[in-house]
């Protein structure tokens, strides 16, 4: 039947994280089996849905992915769970920036993944220092678009039970209210460059998500949520486009995962299962070396929290330098880019030496350098595209690198920081790192190239 449910505020800042990160520890302590996801291109709010509920959050994204491909991807995380909750992103309505005429007004927000999901939501509102106006707000994000079905409400940061009662009672229409929170600043998730900071590196962090789960309990009805998340009908594809079942394993690819490596778009790794991967996971901080491997795949994640450790781990550094020079795939995006680089600059101006497989060499900033999605066309052969075929993907960084010549990047890059053509990423060989994100179903095209090029260097040492 796949239970379900797609927490959306009614804009960013409204604890919706931080309330959808309690409801999935409460409902795990239920004795449920959550399955978490997350609307959009975010890789930290998932780190904690996966801590939470012991099971890989998954991003769905409807700018990157068709319908078909969202729907596959639901089906296939969500399966074998009890339910499931999907956290949304930004507000409700929320998505690319375009205008309505053309198509693409909301494109990638929370509402376009309910329709396409079938899936009931439930409204997050900063109420603090409101009365019956929050209840003209509940009706105005209920009515504002057809097909949405908004069935229950959560408020934040309400004063007391009055206050919480002559918002309640502002609202005539047929929707659940499970309940408020008041404010605490203990619950409140710590931030940082990139938001919020990564499970990783969270102090005591399972100490605070059980408080946080027994304080969603006390507050929030989450027999009435379950009883939402019943009332949808189950999702199967009738045909299956990108997770197509192969068990028969050619291919093994070393994966990089520990505390400086973890943004990854885990339907990536589902993909790269079904045609025929074995994936292994490896950590370039504490491993010696590369496990045996056809083919290397180097996330995103915070390389630059870990530097020394990552510069004084030469067995591995060295590892993965023979690894490229005896032919086989390497493919980086965006810390992953940054780690084969020559040096990383800290934030303090600390300079660190890197695998050195990319000539240039990477300083972090301040300042953001890059955020949204791009159209990527690519101006190689490599081991992901052919020559002018285009992806979609996604930017995030506050670094820069530089060194690079132009006849050695990647890619096109259209949209994002709005420079059209802008040349991007590195391509030597079997090596590719970019900025970039890409989720393999944009484009089945890529993983099964990626493939293709191990298995053809597989025999190689």
Not at 136 to 146: D, F, K
Not at 215 to 244: D, R
């Amino acid at each position: 039947m796949n239970p379900r449910i797609l927490i959306a505020g009614t804009k960013s800042g409204v604890g919706k994280t931080t309330i959808t990160i309690g409801l999935m520890g409460a409902l795990k302590q239920k004795g449920y089996d959550v399955q978490p996801f997350k609307v959009g291109p975010d890789y930290i709010d998932p780190g904690f849905h996966t801590k939470v509920t012991g099971n890989r959050s998954r991003n769905l994204d409807s700018y990157l992915l068709n319908e078909q491909v969202i729907k596959e991807s639901f089906h296939n995380a969500s399966k074998n769970s009890d339910i499931s909750v999907i956290e949304g992103v930004m507000g409700l309505y929320d998505g690319k920036h375009a205008k309505k005429e053309s198509g693409e007004s909301g494109k990638g927000s929370s509402a376009e993944i309910a329709k396409i999901l079938n899936t009931p939501i439930i409204l997050v509102l900063d109420a603090g220092k409101m009365a019956q106006s929050a209840g003209a707000m509940i009706h105005g994000y209920s009515t504002y678009e057809q097909d949405i079905n908004i069935a229950g409400v959560i408020l934040n940061n309400i004063n007391s039970e009055r206050h919480y009662q002559m918002i309640k009672n502002s609202v005539n229409q047929e929707i659940k209210f499970l309940g408020y929170l008041p404010w605490n600043e203990n619950l409140e998730l710590p931030e940082r460059h990139l938001g919020l900071v990564p499970t990783y590196e969270s102090e005591n962090l399972d100490k605070y998500l059980k408080n946080l789960s027994n304080f969603i309990s006390k507050h929030i009805n989450l027999n009435q949520l379950i009883e939402i998340s019943n009332q949808t009908q189950k999702i199967e594809p009738q045909k299956w486009t990108v997770f197509k079942q192969n068990k028969d394993k050619k291919t093994k690819i070393a994966v990089a995962f520990d505390k400086a490596f973890n943004f990854y778009y885990y339907d990536n790794l589902d993909i790269l299962k079904t045609m025929g991967a074995e994936i292994i996971e490896f950590s370039p901080i504490k491993d010696k070396k590369l496990p045996k491997a056809d083919a290397l795949y180097i996330g995103g994640g915070f390389p630059e929290t870990f530097l020394p450790e990552l510069e004084q781990n030469k067995t591995m550094k060295k590892s993965i330098k023979k690894f490229h020079k005896n032919g086989k795939p390497i493919y980086a995006e965006c810390g992953g880019l940054a780690y084969l680089s020559k040096q990383i600059t800290d934030f303090d101006k600390t300079k660190y030496k890197m695998v050195g497989l990319v000539p240039g060499t990477v300083e972090m900033t301040e300042t953001l350098q890059a955020m949204g999605y791009v159209e990527a066309k690519s101006t190689t052969n490599n081991i992901l595209m052919d020559k002018n075929t285009s992806t979609k993907g996604h930017e995030f960084h506050y670094s820069k690198i530089t060194g690079i010549e132009k006849k050695d990047t990647t890619y096109k890059l259209y949209g994002g920081k709005g420079e059209d053509g802008r040349h991007e990423g590195y391509t030597n060989k079997n090596l590719l790192a970019s900025y970039v994100h890409l989720h393999f179903g944009t484009n089945p095209q890529i993983p099964k190239k990626l493939l293709k090029t191990a298995i053809k260097t597989q025999k190689t040492n």
